[in-house]
């Protein structure tokens, strides 16, 4: 037997770059504003249908295309059962994305064919997805001000793929909160000629949504999740809306139990429960208001944000030495030391309370970071 099991390891796996999670830690008393879960709880009545499913009925599988959420997904956004893919967590459906429609480097025919588009910055997963799948990655920057390029603008050089196999586009946009308009989106969905999956895990703070684009042009998926606005990051359930033929290439691949039972049942109930969850959105939207506005007048740049979290530069001193500082003080925010974007600090909005306690701890930092100066 051998004493380096490391060589039985495929090389694309041993070269991997993985994802990196923000971080989970118990420390007590830790205010969490860096993987951008939602503050606030499920709503009572899912709690209690998770709860009343928690009984002998766990030994059995669970429904394995998810028929009851799919038929309720269908309803609420008025297209058919065949319309919708459940995912276990929207990450599962990009996942599952890339190994139907994008080639590994070696069998495509042509470059495109091989190759997971996606703007700059965006969820940086999509990378890791491509690389996983020896896809080709062609990341192409966003414009000014984070802003969506238009087609013409990525016509006249860049080096963007309008024939991508696969192109990924966070909408709002995470790191950067940015919101895109759903006729720039349409313009740009109807350019390309592979595949568009427009990512909306943050679409419930957002002034626009473009889940008609799924049933307007046959190229497109739209992806959502349950994790970010309905409070259900720890069940996994996202899924996926586009036309049946791509709907059906998905369920072709993915696990038979792909979604497990809790989820399901968490999730139908949450579509019972939307007013609970939108009286939250629209909380939160508030906080994110005032937060803005507040680190605005203490120097910090904001940029325009619509989602549940804000990119932001801070005044004085690097962004790493505000994050060890924020730490020292019991506030996780979320830094990407990568990819230009080390000025930068992602805040999710966390509670209205949580959020007073940040912006005082906030102000402290601050004055000792001029009495330094
Ligand atoms: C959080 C997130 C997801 C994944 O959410 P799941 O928990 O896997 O449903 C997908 N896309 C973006 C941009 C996200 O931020």
New binding site residues.
């Given amino acids: 037997m051998s004493s380096t099991p490391g060589k039985f390891i495929r090389p694309l796996v041993q070269q991997l770059h993985p994802y990196v999670p923000g971080e989970q830690p118990k420390i007590s008393g830790l205010i969490k504003l860096n993987t ?1 879960e939602n503050p606030y709880p499920p709503s009572a009545r899912v709690l209690e249908a998770i709860k009343a499913a928690t009984d002998a009925r766990l030994r059995l599988y669970p429904n394995p295309t998810s028929q009851l959420l799919r038929e309720k997904l269908a309803a609420f956004h008025k297209v058919a059962p065949e319309n919708i893919f459940v995912s276990n ?4 459906a ?1 996942a599952l994305a890339v190994r139907v429609f994008v080639e590994p480097v070696e069998t495509a025919t042509n470059p495109s064919r091989g190759t997971v588009q996606y703007f700059t910055p ?2 940086s ?1 999509y990378p890791v997805l491509a690389e996983i799948h020896g896809a080709r990655q062609n990341p192409v920057p966003l414009a000014e001000e984070f802003q969506l390029p238009t087609v013409k603008e990525l016509r006249n050089g860049g080096g963007w793929d309008f024939d991508a196999a696969l192109t990924l586009v ?1 909408t709002p946009n ?1 790191p950067t909160g940015t919101g895109y308009e759903v006729e720039a989106l349409a313009t740009l969905c109807k350019a390309q000629r592979g595949i568009v999956l427009l ?1 909306e ?2 679409v419930d703070f957002a002034r626009q949504n473009a889940l008609e684009l799924a049933t307007r042009y046959s190229n497109v998926l739209v ?1 959502r ?4 606005a309905y409070s259900l ?1 720890f069940l ?3 899924y996926c809306v586009g036309h049946p033929d791509l709907i059906q290439a998905l369920d072709k691949i993915r696990d038979s139990y792909n979604v497990n039972g809790l989820g399901q049942v968490a999730a139908l109930t949450t579509l019972s429960d939307l007013k609970y969850y939108r009286t939250n959105f629209k909380r939160i939207i508030s906080t994110r208001h005032h937060v803005t506005q507040e680190l605005r007048g203490l120097g910090f740049e904001v940029f325009p944000s619509e989602t549940n979290f804000i990119l932001v530069r801070p005044p004085l001193a690097p962004a790493k030495e505000w994050l060890l500082q924020l730490r020292e003080k019991k506030l996780l925010v979320r830094w990407f030391g990568h990819s230009g974007m080390e000025d930068y600090l992602r805040i999710t909005i966390g509670s209205e309370e949580e959020m007073e306690i940040f912006l005082d701890r906030t102000k402290s930092i601050l004055k000792g970071f001029q009495q330094a100066t």
Avoid at 225 to 228: A, N, R
């Fill in positions: 951008n967590g929207s990450d599962e990009l965006s969820y997963l966070t995470a990512d895990a943050y992806a999740t349950f994790s970010k990051c996994r359930v996202g």
